[in-house]
């Protein structure tokens, strides 16, 4: 740990002739500039968290939401005196909804802005990305909402405060099967996204386990906007209930297909991917009657969680969604963990948010076990006129 940080740090100096500036010790320091830490972050002043999210592109309201969350957490932090007495300071980056952008930009912070901790991404194959560069430069990172298994495992500075795929593939399998007493499933997933697929597959094994069925099973293909022969060859194999573990940017118009063929919205079954206003803007009616699962809905029977939409909705003047609602626990539990960390600066707290136990987010109680995922609960949701609605809580153990 201590020879890959002087690895790092030595990069840095040997990189910039500018380096005494910058501040490669702090007798070097000149006067006037805020000394830098080890990690090459300013030791006093506003502390820099970099946040990295699709501002623009495919999934513009993902990004958004969780710009306002994190936007509100800082500004809550700050003025109640901010962390170890420094104000904090959270820099924005869009993703543009890709990947390779995810990788650029959170480059960008580490290395140009020197930032101690990254918020960011919520679709997995960005936070994939984005996290492989975080945990090379020893940066901790916290996704609030990349659910694939892959995101954190055996990446020691990356973190999340959502459930998952696993945890959600089981409790959707279960609900459907135990609950809704549906054994013949069918099966709709975007074949190449990371989320899309890995969560169908989980979900598969899990329906198994309970006695249920796969009858059929189709995969699409990123772009595809006519599902129509799809939902035919759905159709076909009578399908009690069909999963379709994807984003609202695809769902819309696969529900609106559907409706053209009278499927009704019950037939349909999501996972936390269709949580967005768009969602019900675009497909509420086509959708009414269908449930998934999900980190939240703003009716959710929890203390903390009122709070929250109470306090989302003053500065906002709308009601959050659930990724605003991740993004804001996952920017206190990281201002809660820089509180206890024994100095602002990268190492130490990775080791805080690394011990968090227990705490009260609004997105119900999160504890960080020993992979770097939350143990939280899981909630169903329906839409229900027009409406995201609270339907019931799982708190089903990852296997
Ligand atoms: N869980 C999704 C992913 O991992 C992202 C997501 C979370 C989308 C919550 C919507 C709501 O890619």
């Not at 030595?10 to 990189?15: E, M, P, V």
């Not at 007798?27 to 006037?32: C, L, V």
Request: aromatic share 8%.
């Amino acid at each position: 740990m201590v020879a890959a940080m002087s690895t790092r740090r030595s990069l840095l100096c040997g990189l910039a002739l500018a380096a005494l500036a910058a501040g490669c010790s702090k007798s070097s320091a000149p006067s006037g500039a805020p000394a830098a830490g080890a990690s090459g972050a300013p030791a006093t002043g506003e502390i820099l968290v970099g946040a990295y999210f699709s501002l623009s592109g495919e999934e513009t309201q993902f990004g958004k939401d969780s710009q306002e969350g994190i936007v509100l957490a800082t500004d809550q932090l700050n003025s109640d005196g901010g962390v170890k007495g420094r104000k904090v300071k959270v820099l924005f980056e869009d993703t543009k909804s890709m990947p390779q952008e995810a990788t650029n930009k959170v480059r960008q912070l580490i290395d140009r802005n020197k930032v101690v901790a990254l918020l960011g991404e919520v679709a997995s194959s960005r936070s994939l990305a984005g996290g492989l560069i975080a945990n090379a430069a020893k940066v901790p990172m916290i996704t609030p909402s990349s659910t694939n298994v892959e995101v954190t495992r055996g990446r020691d500075f990356v973190f999340r405060v959502c459930f998952t795929d696993d945890a959600q593939g089981a409790a959707a399998a279960e609900f459907v099967t135990e609950k809704l007493k549906k054994k013949k499933i069918g099966l709709l997933y975007l074949a190449q996204d990371t989320y899309s697929s890995g969560l169908a597959k989980t979900f598969s094994e899990a329906v198994k386990k309970h006695g249920g069925e796969i009858v059929v099973e189709k995969g699409y293909q990123k772009g595809e906007k006519n599902f129509r022969t799809h939902l035919d060859q759905l159709m076909a194999a009578k399908p009690e209930i069909v999963f379709v573990p994807n984003y609202y940017s695809d769902m819309v118009p696969i529900a609106q297909q559907a409706k053209e063929k009278n499927i009704p919205g019950s037939m349909f079954l999501g996972g936390d991917g269709w949580d967005s206003e768009d969602l019900l803007k675009g497909a509420a009616t086509e959708l009414e009657g269908a449930y998934f699962t999900n980190h939240y809905a703003p009716d959710v029977p929890w203390e903390n969680s009122k709070k929250f939409v109470a306090a989302y909705q003053a500065r906002w003047k709308r009601e959050p969604s659930s990724l605003a609602a991740q993004a804001y626990d996952a920017a206190k539990l990281l201002f809660d963990a820089m509180g206890r960390a024994k100095a602002i600066e990268p190492v130490a707290i990775r080791d805080a948010v690394a011990e968090t136990r227990g705490f009260s987010g609004a997105t119900g109680t999160i504890s960080i076990d020993k992979d770097r995922n939350a143990d939280k609960p899981l909630v169903v949701v329906q839409i229900k006129g027009g409406k995201f609605v609270y339907h019931a809580t799982v708190n089903e153990k990852r296997p």
